[in-house]
């Protein structure tokens, strides 16, 4: 089992930066990788970035050079730090996190926490 609680979002203008945050606690020993996904009203729930229990990093095409994601492992807590915002960039933003293996593997999702870009 485990529980994500993200943090971090807010009302920022185009071409800021802000960081978002997910902590996670449970049994994340058995996390295999957490992720992010972001969901504009009427919009497909789509993935932005994603980071391996190795570290590996991975992005989406449309956020890549833009959106950096991390984690500090003394904390349980993996960040996304987003640059030069966009209105585009305007969802509700979700940390995943990819548990488990074999049947018992599953996605454990936060409550998603609001990013809204002002032009």
């Known amino acids: 089992q485990v529980q994500l609680v993200e943090s971090g979002g807010g009302l920022v203008q185009a071409g800021g930066s802000l960081r978002l945050s997910c902590a996670a606690s449970?049994?994340?020993?058995?996390?295999?990788?957490m992720g992010w996904y972001r969901q504009a009203p009427g919009k497909q729930r789509d993935l932005v970035a994603r980071i391996t229990s190795g570290g590996t990093t991975s992005y989406a095409d449309a956020v890549k050079g833009r959106i950096t994601i991390s984690r500090d492992d003394t904390k349980n807590t993996v960040y996304l730090e987003i640059n030069s915002l966009k209105p585009e960039d305007t969802a509700v933003y979700y940390c995943i996190a990819d548990y488990g293996e074999g049947w018992g593997r599953r996605d454990y999702w936060g409550q998603g926490t609001q990013v809204t870009v002002s032009s």
């Open positions: 449970g049994s994340i020993f058995s996390i295999n990788a």
